[in-house]
C-alpha cells in the first residue's frame, strides 16, 4: 500500500482505534482489580498481567503502534504477531475444551478459530504470505466479508448471553460486556479493513478497464491512419507531359 492510501485506511476508522485501546485498558485495570486491592508489588501484578491477558496486552501494544508513523510503516509485520499470538489463543481455547467441556468453552473456540481464520484472510491475502498461500482461491474466499462480520457477532452475542447466564457479581457483568464490546470492535476493525482492500481493489480493476479501453481507441485510430495511408499510396500516379504543349485546329487555320 503506497501512503496516501494508508492514511485513507488508518484515518477512516481512527475512532474505532481509539475506543479500542480504551477498551484494552478497562480489560486488563479490572482484570487485575482483585492483584491492586490486595496490594500486591508492580512486578506482581505485571507478570500477572501477562500471564492472563497476554492477547490483550498483545492487542493494546498493537493498536497503539497502528496509530504512529512506526507501526503504519511495518503494518504488515505487526499483522503477523498478532495473527500469531490470535493463533496461540486458539490452540489454548482447543485444550481447554478437554479440561472444561461445555457450551461456553466451544463458542470461546469457534469464535477464536473463526476470528483467527478472518483476521488472516482480510489482512494477508494481498501480500507475500497470501500469494504464495492462494488465500484469494482458497476455500476462505468462498465467504464474503459480511458473512464473517454478522457470523461473528452472532457468537459475540451467544456467548455474552450464556456467560451472563452464570454470572455472580456485577464486576463480572461489566467485564464480560467490555469484553464482549471489545470483540465486537475488533471484528469491526476487520471488517472495514477488508471493506477497504476491496474498495481499493474495485478502483485499480476500473482504471485497468479504463487503461485498456483507451489503448482500444488508440489501436483502432492508428488502424484508420494506417488504412488511409495505404489507400493513398495505391492510387496511380499521373504522368506529367514533357515538351511544348500541341496547339489546337484553330491556332493552326490562322496561320
Known sequence: MNKSKERDFFD?????????????VVLIILSQSFAIQSHMEAGDIFRSIINHNSI???????????????????????NVIIFAFYLLTTFASLFTIFQSFGFDSILNLAFN??????????????????KDLKLSDSPLAEINNGQ???????IIAISLIVSLVSVNSFEDVVVYLLEALYHFMFVRYIYLYK???????????????????????????????EDETTKNEEKPKEVKRRGRPKKNKDEEALK
Do not use: N, Q, W
Open 12 to 24: 477512516s476508522p481512527s475512532m474505532i482505534t481509539y475506543i479500542l485501546i480504551g477498551l484494552l
Open 56 to 78: 490483550y496486552l498483545v492487542s493494546l501494544i498493537y493498536f497503539i503502534l497502528i496509530r504512529v508513523k512506526f507501526g503504519k510503516k511495518y503494518f504488515d509485520y505487526l
Open 113 to 130: 478459530v473463526l476470528i483467527t481464520l478472518y483476521f488472516g484472510y482480510s489482512f494477508f491475502t494481498r501480500t507475500v504470505i497470501g
Open 148 to 154: 464473517y462480520y454478522y457470523l461473528l457477532i452472532g
Open 195 to 225: 471493506e477497504y482492500v476491496e474498495r481499493k481493489e474495485l478502483d485499480i480493476a476500473k482504471e485497468k478497464e479504463k487503461e485498456r479501453e483507451k489503448e482500444k481507441t488508440v489501436d483502432k485510430v492508428e488502424e484508420v491512419k
